[in-house]
């Protein structure tokens, strides 16, 4: 006789400033991913807005604030504008690799690279080889690395310019976390270039979406997301797509100068200390 799937138990986790709009703090709802039935759980809990960060799902469950958003990308209906067709050409002979969830220190060399010119000080810049290796390969689910590296030169594999950390889930591509050459001056755009390369690979799978992570309105950092179109949210009555009006507006204010360049993956796949409230 076939055990019966548990519900999983759910904590929440001790108020902490919120890295993302000042002043504000933030709290998570979270559980652990276990056992046979984690990629089935870890698929209805990706649905519901939730993130995984190695063996945990999380989202945000702040007291007074519903800012942070869940957005995805309808892959099947997506079709580039002028400036990500320029991207898409501009890096076309990149070799991207599907490799199995081990990490390399060709990889911990370029993040460390990312995180210093994208993120000093922050809350990963302290990472060491062990941390990353614990940010990869824990992961009780169906995941993966790409490798986006430019063309091989005397057989040998060409220079690693961007990586990222996905799960495959039933519906859809998340993108983990990812990062990439910062001070390549003939790649620019790399990070949209790994966005757009995931809406790709997610319809030649047959699959709807990418899930991107949160969209947090009043973030800087966060606007790139809204330049990808059709893009859903995640509202109280379920998934719906943003008014093309609002996303034009949204479109308009990320393209500002003064706004902060794209960072695929933010801190949404990055180790998190989930310290249980009192």
């Known amino acids: 006789m076939t055990a019966p799937v548990r519900f999983p138990r759910f904590f929440v986790t001790s108020p902490a400033a919120c890295p993302y709009l000042p002043g504000r703090v933030e709290r998570k709802v979270f559980t652990e991913l276990k ?109 993966y690395v790409i490798e986006y590296r430019e063309p091989a030169v005397g057989g040998r594999p060409g220079r690693l310019v961007g990586a990222c950390l996905t799960d495959r889930q039933g519906d859809g591509l998340s993108m983990v976390y990812s990062f990439y050459d910062p001070d390549h001056e003939a790649r620019a755009g790399l990070g949209n270039y790994i966005i757009l390369d995931h809406i790709r690979r997610a319809e030649a799978e047959g699959l709807a979406y990418v899930y991107l992570g949160y969209w947090v309105d009043g973030s800087a950092r966060m606007q790139y997301k809204v330049r990808y179109r059709p893009l859903e949210r995640l509202s109280r009555d379920g998934w719906v797509r943003f008014d093309p009006e609002e996303q034009e507006r949204l479109v308009a204010v990320a393209a500002s100068p003064d706004r902060a360049r794209p960072l695929a993956g933010d801190k949404d796949g990055s180790p998190a200390a989930f310290q249980l409230a009192d």
């Open 35 to 143: 056992g046979p039935h984690a990629d089935t759980l870890h698929d209805a809990l990706g649905r519901i807005g939730f993130r995984r960060s190695q063996t945990v799902a999380y989202r945000p469950s702040c007291v007074d604030c519903q800012a942070c958003v869940s957005v995805r990308v309808v892959a099947g209906e997506f079709r580039p504008n002028a400036t990500q067709r320029r991207n898409l050409k501009r890096n076309s002979d990149l070799v991207a690799t599907l490799c199995q969830p081990w990490s390399t220190a060709e990889q911990y060399e370029l993040l460390q690279r990312y995180l210093a010119a994208r993120h000093p000080g922050g809350g990963m810049a302290s990472m060491d080889e062990g941390d990353f290796a614990d940010m990869v390969e824990h992961t009780p689910v169906t995941s």
